[in-house]
DNA sequence: AACTGCGTTCGACGAACGCGCAACGCGTTT
DNA sequence: AAACGCGTTGCGCGTTCGTCGAACGCAGTT
């Protein structure tokens, strides 16, 4: 193969020729035009969240000129990771710590077709990498009780699908948000959904 | 002036590079090395959110070197509005549709600093230009009432925050659930996150 | 076995929430 | 002027939430 040719695509422009100037570094490498999107070997994207909505417009895009991509995100929603293969990604990079080597070795080896890790891994490498070592500080109580308020149960009735009482359940939502230091349940919530733990 | 020397800031490399390159393109600026704040005439930052944690950072780059900054987003939390100028902020741009010819205006008239609207009203255009017409849907009231609560606060509080009574707060809460036929606060504020209308 | 720390469970009380009803100001309609 | 809608605020009620304290079981320690 000659030169790899890449496919830039990002939500915002300041992103896309961010993504560009890298590419444009590589001396391997050089960017194509957004209105080829055929002509490339590679699709490049970057988001700030791998969310359904993202999803469904790389689908879109994949439509047009299926190519196998490499995703720079800071976060995976975890529903989401059986999709990523559909939509032919084959590689995922923290997008606050990419460097020009990851990225340049990622494309690569996504051109190539070789040393497919597996999605589901590289995600988890990746909520480990962002995240650092809290992401898994909830406990499975505490995550259940998180999600059951997020699709506006209230107390009892969480009590009741948990089958345990009121007051246990307001103290698992006590001790989360002091741990987390929280101001409230609405908060905590909140929180959780931002840092797509539910 | 002989040229504009602006610092750039990012909280990725990729959308760094990518203001650099915006920057580098402009007859009229350079770009100042990051060791270099001092040297800058204005300062440049592209963040997804102005949050409290993004705010807190520009402060403590402000007191190493204060510069009139110009920030890139698709959102500011309603309660940092008022903070913004404290840190210098003297111009928002909507970071998924800068165009070149955008930030340059914007990062020139930072350097000279003339013609410096309203922060509150650029806040607002920011707001209707990144939500389109579908940000219609809810209030403006509403989507406040939403960000605060998703902040933590308590009724009482957003009513101080939104200069009203209690008992507003709590009718904009009611009518806001009702429409959207939701269960309750919890509820609204966690499909709110969901739709990314928050 | 007695002690100690930690997570779990429950009771209780003040504060906050969910919500209906009534009233006021203010612009629009007729 | 009268009627109407709409946003705003207040009052009050029952319900739920936030939180402290205490009791219980269960590791590991000595």
Redesign the interface.
């Known amino acids: 193969m000659a030169r790899v040719r890449v496919f830039v695509q990002a939500?915002?422009?300041?992103?896309?020729?961010?993504?560009?100037?890298?590419i444009r570094a590589q001396p391997g490498m050089l960017v194509v035009p957004s209105r080829l999107p055929a002509d490339a070997d590679v699709a490049l994207t970057?988001t700030?969240r791998v969310?359904a909505?993202f999803l469904g417009a790389l689908t879109k895009a994949a439509q047009a000129a299926p190519l196998p991509t490499v995703v720079?995100t800071?976060h995976v929603d975890p529903e989401q990771a059986p999709s990523l293969h559909r939509c032919r990604v084959v590689a995922l990079l923290p997008?606050?710590?990419?460097?020009s080597s990851r990225l340049a070795s990622a494309v690569m080896e996504a051109a190539t077709g070789g040393a497919v890790t597996s999605l589901a891994e590289q995600a988890d490498n990746l909520r480990r990498e962002i995240a650092g070592p809290d992401g898994a500080m909830l406990a499975p109580r505490e995550l259940t009780v998180l999600q059951l308020?997020?699709?506006?149960?209230?107390t009892p009735e969480i009590a009741d699908i948990m089958a345990c009482s009121d007051r246990m359940v307001k103290s698992i939502i006590l001790s989360a948000t002091k741990r987390f230091n929280?101001?409230?349940?609405?908060?905590a919530?909140?929180c959780a959904?931002?840092a797509g733990l539910i």
């Open positions: 939500g915002d422009p300041i992103s896309a020729v961010g993504l560009a100037s890298y970057v700030d969310s909505d720079a800071d997008r606050s710590a990419a460097t308020m997020a699709d506006g149960h209230d929280v101001h409230n349940r609405v908060h919530v909140a959904l931002r």
